[in-house]
Every structure is written in structure tokens, then in C-alpha cells.
């Protein structure tokens, strides 16, 4: 679920293409920080994490979670349960510790 996340939101922010996160249907189900993003609470994990995710830094990614938060990207739908991409991404955590 982690790959095919980070794969859409990859593909998402950088608007180089679609990426489909079939296996996330699951997240839905119990939303919860995923490993990758809760490690990268320290600023060193995050900055691999934002080298992975091709970002410059967290402000990037807030950008486009607050886009998808107000419907201006598309976010992948399963039934009637969206991605919570800020839940996932533990994303005020992020960068947070030294």
C-alpha cells in the first residue's frame, strides 16, 4: 500500500502522469500514518522522503494536499471513502524533529 502511494502522490505532484493506488482501497479501512511518512517526522528521513516524492520540501506537499483538500486535484475514491492524504501522511508531523 506504501509504494502505491507514494507512487500516486509522485505522479500527482509532479503532473508527469496517472498513477491508480488500487492497493489503498485497504487504507481506507483504518486510516493511519503510513511507516514511511511517521519515520519521516525527523528532518533527515524527510529529506529522503522528498528526494522519493521529487519535492523540493514540505511546503510542496502541503500545497497539494490542501489542492486535493479542496477538490482542485483528483484523489482516488473508493466507494464513498477518499484518500485522507493529511491522516496518511502524518503531515503536520512531518520534519518536525531534528
Not at 508527469?16 to 493506488?21: E, K, Q, R, S, V
Amino acid at each position: 500500500m506504501q509504494t502505491d502511494f507514494i507512487l500516486f502522490l509522485r505522479a500527482s505532484i509532479s503532473g508527469a502522469g496517472h498513477w491508480m493506488p488500487h492497493t489503498c482501497v485497504y487504507a481506507t479501512r483504518f486510516f493511519r500514518v503510513f511507516e514511511m511518512f511517521d519515520r519521516a517526522q525527523s528532518a533527515k528521513e524527510f529529506t529522503l522522503l522528498a528526494s522519493l516524492l521529487r519535492i523540493k520540501d514540505k511546503k510542496e506537499l502541503g500545497d497539494f494536499i490542501e489542492k486535493a483538500g479542496s477538490g482542485n486535484v483528483w484523489v482516488p475514491k473508493f466507494d464513498y471513502d477518499r484518500l485522507d492524504l493529511p491522516t496518511l501522511t502524518g503531515f503536520e508531523r512531518l520534519a518536525t524533529l531534528p
